[in-house]
């Protein structure tokens, strides 16, 4: 795909790779570093690359699951970064702080919502942008409030711990869900419904064109 962008004058590219997923073995890691270097090799090409760590999110398959503590992204950061320095690539890392707070904040209950009250009290403005981010300030606000950011964000949940965003219905199951987080703990995908069998996400209890799929497949 690289060459034939250069075949057609392109010789600028933008990648984008994300670090941390739960299924991840370190030979991926390795996999990043060596494609940069084979894209290198290519000649006349400006590479700009962008890693960000994988976040756990409410509601997908992957809510169970822990995120990388800071001290194992800085590592992944440091194998991906290993030997690319006198290539020239422009290599951006989302700072591995900013992460673990989006992590907390996505997947806190109420008691965070103190801790950002004192964050914000203490000067934290527009953490969003990395001038403004400071991890120190908000580690001092969950302190303050009594918190573990590692209870929110470097644990695997229990299969029927109770979370703060089940009060919201989105109409796929947490039962599906769950399915899903033991497939993909195997490596397993799950084929579209829209040209496959149905996968019985709950959907099809709400969705006309979902319910007679499912009728016709018996789910």
């Not at 991906?80 to 690539?89: F, I, N, Q, S, T």
């Not at 591995?96 to 989006?102: A, D, K, R």
């Not at 219905?169 to 040209?195: H, M, N």
Request: proline share 5%.
């Amino acid at each position: 795909m690289l060459s034939t962008a250069l075949e057609k004058g392109w010789n600028s590219i933008k990648l984008y790779f994300m670090v941390g997923l739960p299924t991840e073995a370190p030979e991926d890691i390795h996999a990043i570093r060596d494609l940069l270097k084979r894209a290198f090799k290519l000649g006349r090409l400006r590479l700009r690359v962008g890693i960000s760590p994988f976040v756990p999110k409410p509601h997908t398959a992957f809510q169970w699951s822990p995120q990388l503590t800071l001290e194992e992204l800085e590592k992944k950061a440091e194998i991906v970064k290993e030997g690319l320095g006198r290539m020239g690539v422009a290599l951006s890392w989302q700072d591995p702080g900013m992460s673990l707070l989006e992590g907390v904040l996505s997947r806190g209950d109420r008691r965070v919502g103190k801790a950002v009250e004192l964050a914000w009290k203490s000067g934290q403005r527009f953490d969003a942008w990395n001038e403004c981010f400071n991890l120190r300030g908000w580690m001092q606000a969950f302190e303050g409030a009594s918190i573990d950011p590692s209870f929110y964000a470097h644990r695997e949940r229990a299969s029927d711990e109770v979370f703060p965003w089940d009060v919201v219905d989105i109409g796929v199951s947490r039962a599906f869900l769950w399915r899903e987080y033991q497939r993909a703990s195997r490596s397993k995908g799950t084929p579209d419904c829209r040209s496959g069998p149905c996968s019985g996400c709950g959907l099809q209890d709400s969705n006309p064109a979902c319910q007679e799929k499912a009728r016709g497949q018996g789910c």
